[in-house]
Nanobody, 125 residues
Framework: QVQLVESGGGLVQAGGSLRLSCAASGRTFSVYGMGWFRQAPGKEREFVAA??????????ADSDSMKGRFTISRQNYQNTVDLRMNSLKPEDTAVYYC????????????????WGQGTQVTVSS
């Protein structure tokens, strides 16, 4: 089992920045890929970004609304993965979830075996 705990969400004004962090515990040796998803009220969950174990492989949502503003990184010695979000917009308001799976592809597809409880990000205009 792998437990994921997100942190770093909160209320921020449009144009501001936030750094979300996801801490993994448990059988972390088996975790390969980690990623972030978000779900806004009334909308489906959507992929944001993912990163492989070696951090040499990163994938981002093919979304003009997010492109260039979000950066994913990981710190294996701490079993954490971060999502840096810049130039935040009100449409970024959502619950952000961390996901993990031995397969990076499964993480990207939203089929990761492990999920966190989510952290709320609210961007005010």
């Amino acid at each position: 089992q792998v437990q994921l705990v997100e942190s770093g969400g909160g209320l921020v004004q449009a144009g501001g920045s936030l750094r979300l962090s996801c801490a993994a515990s448990g059988r972390t040796f088996s975790v390969y890929g980690m990623g972030w998803f978000r779900q806004a009220p009334g909308k489906e969950r959507e992929f944001v970004a993912a990163i492989g174990w070696s951090a040499g492989s990163t994938k981002y949502a093919d979304s003009d609304s997010m492109k260039g503003r979000f950066t994913i990184s990981r710190q294996n010695y701490q079993n954490t993965v971060d999502l840096r979000m810049n130039s935040l917009k009100p449409e970024d308001t959502a619950v952000y979830y961390c996901a993990a799976d031995p397969s990076l592809e499964r993480v990207v597809a939203g089929k990761g075996d492990y999920w966190g409880q989510g952290t709320q990000v609210t961007v005010s205009s």
